[in-house]
């Protein structure tokens, strides 16, 4: 389809959607209004039944657990995906590695300095999400975009070192399966697929929730390493890997890069 | 409460239509930040702490950084 | 104000799908798709929104008080970071075309094709 007939279809298109749509929309609940049938019973259980506070994380890990499981492992395949994807072309070859005196003593310096701190953050997001907003998904992509102030502080090979590829795809397989196997044991104990079988504590406790701080600690080191690995495929695509017909191709990319920075 | 939803909304479709216009795919990568960072207040307005922090770390970081991989790796617009 | 929230997200969504036929760059049409994916999250939310609720979270209010839908929220929460990756299979798609062909116009590969 040639760029003028894609126009014409979304001119035909666009506005039989606006109406349709439109109507759509004047038939939904009025906005900010009482009827949330499904809300209410999600909260009752999870107040009443398994003394989750942050009623999100116990729809998500519990209530509706195994939508999460679909979620968890469409993740997975888009990243081996990717993966697969950006795997070096034969006639590429690693060139034009960024010289890490290039970064301001500032940048680096903030970059070092928060560090510690967004992997602290993501830690506790994840530790936290039956308490508090938050949970695996969140707390995993903030440890992982933290992890990766180490790039920004100019120390792209520090960061290769710290987070080999082959234990990031580890991390995430064990972080996947062990989702699964939680859900198998909710079968074993308690009769049906990751049903909530461990005792679900105190409300507002850490300990609280049952299976869903487990669930939720599954999730983060799956999201966390699938993150990386989606990172640090297009960081080696980006900076690392360039075609290379001739070897002189080297100081010129050094250069180019230095001209982009 | 309505007002801040409200202005949360208007500034949301704006952001997002600018990020449509942007053609430049380099400067977009920086439109998109910026839209993802107006979902997360129109999500955090919309009392939904949860879905503000996931949009949050992943509209206004990890995807405008994926994109401007890509961009640096095929060599920016021709 | 009873719809707008419902049709700022048709905008969205049909803004997305007007950069997504027009664009001329690969890349730019993963960024009007995920403009135009964004149009869900903000319908969901606005379904499940209860005026002058709180957030659906018991950590510091009192079990009972009036909260706004939770069920949306761990629907829109659990996409966002899952579109990301799925995101990242699409622009390693484009890395891919480049590398193959060269381009990253949607019609020069259309010309390339015939």
């Known amino acids: 389809m040639t760029h003028r007939w894609r126009l014409v279809l979304f001119v035909v298109a666009a506005p039989a959607f606006a109406v349709l749509f439109f109507l759509a929309a004047r038939g939904l609940p009025v906005f900010g209004s009482e009827f949330h049938p499904y809300g209410d019973r999600a909260v009752e259980i999870a107040t009443r039944q398994r003394t989750t506070a942050n ?28 993966i697969v994807l950006l795997r070096p072309a034969p006639e ?60 920004v502080a100019g120390r792209y090979a520090a960061l290769r070192r710290a987070a080999p590829p082959t234990v990031m ?26 049903v909530n079988f461990l005792p679900v504590g105190t409300f507002n406790d850490l300990i609280s929730g049952g299976t869903v701080p487990v669930l939720n600690g599954a999730v983060g080191m799956a999201v966390a390493a699938a993150i990386v690995l989606l990172l640090s495929g297009f960081l080696e695509q980006a900076v690392v890997l360039r075609r290379s017909p001739e070897p002189r191709v080297d100081s010129s990319i050094v250069a180019r890069s230095k001209e982009h920075r | ?42 999500f955090m307005t919309m009392q939904a702490p949860d879905v503000a922090l996931s949009q949050l770390a992943i509209g206004t970081a990890v995807v405008p950084l994926m994109i401007m991989l890509t961009i640096q790796k095929i060599g920016g617009p021709r | 104000m009873t719809t707008l929230p419902y049709l700022v997200a048709g905008w969205l969504f049909l803004v997305g799908c007007y950069g997504l036929v027009t664009s001329r760059n690969l890349v730019h049409t993963v960024a009007c798709l995920t403009v135009a994916q964004s149009a869900t999250y903000v319908l969901l939310l606005a379904v499940g929104f209860r005026s002058g609720a709180t957030a659906p979270v018991f950590a510091d209010v009192p079990v009972g008080t009036r909260v706004v839908d939770p069920v949306v929220q761990a629907l829109s929460l659990t996409d966002i970071v899952v579109s990301a990756t799925v995101t990242a299979v699409l622009l390693a798609l484009t890395i891919q075309i480049h590398k193959r062909h060269g381009t990253v116009d949607p019609d020069e590969l259309r010309a390339l094709r015939d």
């Open chain 1, 55 to 82: 009623v999100v994380s116990s729809v998500n890990f519990d209530q509706r657990a195994i939508d999460t499981l679909g979620e968890e492992f469409i993740l997975f395949g888009s990243v081996i995906g990717t």
């Open chain 1, 92 to 151: 590429e070859r690693e060139v034009g590695r960024r010289p890490a005196g290039g970064v301001l003593p500032t940048t680096r310096l903030a970059g070092y300095l928060l560090l510690p701190v967004s992997v602290l953050v993501g830690l506790y997001v994840i530790a936290h999400g039956q308490l508090s907003p938050g949970g695996g998904f969140q707390g995993g992509v903030v440890l992982a975009t933290g992890w990766h102030l180490l790039y």
């Open chain 1, 169 to 194: 795809e580890i991390i995430e397989s064990v972080g996947a399966a062990a989702f699964a196997a939680v859900g198998l044991a909710g079968l074993v104990i308690g009769g049906a697929f990751l």
């Open chain 2, 1 to 42: 409460m309505m007002l801040l939803i409200l202005l949360a909304l208007g500034l949301v479709a704006v952001t997002g239509t600018i990020v449509v216009l942007t053609r430049e795919p380099a400067c977009q990568a920086v439109t998109l930040s910026v839209f993802g960072l107006t979902l997360s207040i129109l």
